[in-house]
T-cell receptor
């Protein structure tokens, strides 16, 4: 399809395990974003990529969280040693170019992460 | 820093009622403003946007006007339908926070009954 895709759609893991979440942005979109949506915190920005570099990582909540992007396309968000408070829906979004005035972001369906 | 405040929900309306969801923002400079909608079981979708003062964004019968003097971007629709039931998020980017990210309000759940 033409939209942002994410996998898996659901992930259940045990506390302490590592997880990887994948995002395939819209083809040609150079900007990519990760957000987290949880009941208590709403929608939180995690990290922004422009191409393969991440000029803004200010939203990553701890050093257990990391992300990379390769080939200016696919991105992986990795959470190490998961904790129960990491349970949330992780959303990926992409936009056509460097975010500018009015440049809209298009969101994927999200990965629902549950840490037991 | 930049922030967005939305009216708390849920908002419950009958079909064909008038809808207003209030949104105010705090930002320096000239942010861009957005409304996103999340239908049940679906991802976030851009509903409308405005990039400068007095701009009116509109889509699917929804409208919002960028009011710099009141730092507001209220969402309105003249006659809601059951299919409008969703969670609505006001968001901004730009201004002092830069255009690297969208800052979202907490979301307002709308339930429309026949």
């Amino acid at each position: 399809g033409a939209g942002v895709s994410q996998s898996p759609s659901n992930k259940v893991t045990e506390k302490g395990k590592d997880v990887e979440l994948r995002c395939d942005p819209i083809s040609g979109h150079t900007a990519l974003y990760w957000y987290r949506q949880s009941l208590g915190q709403g929608l939180e920005f995690l990290i922004y990529f422009q191409g393969n570099s991440a000029p803004d990582k200010s939203g990553l909540p701890s050093d257990r969280f990391s992300a990379e992007r390769t080939g200016g396309s696919v991105s992986t968000l990795t959470i190490q040693r998961t904790q129960q408070e990491d349970s949330a829906v992780y959303l990926c979004a992409s936009s056509l170019k460097t975010a500018g005035a009015g440049t809209p972001a298009f969101f994927g369906p999200g990965t629902r992460l549950t840490v037991l | 820093g930049n922030s967005v405040t939305q009216m708390e929900g849920p908002v419950t309306l009958s079909e064909e009622a008038f809808l207003t969801i209030n949104c105010t923002y705090t930002a320096t400079g000239y942010p861009s403003l957005f409304w996103y909608v999340q239908y049940p079981g679906e991802g976030l979708q851009l509903l409308l946007k405005a990039t400068k003062a007095d701009d009116k964004g509109s889509n699917k019968g929804f409208e919002a006007t960028y009011r710099k003097e009141t730092t507001s971007f209220h969402l309105e629709k003249g006659s809601v339908q059951v299919s409008d039931s969703a969670v609505y998020f006001c968001a901004l980017s730009g201004g002092s926070g830069g255009y690297n990210k969208l800052i979202f309000g907490a979301g307002t759940r709308l339930a429309v009954h026949p």
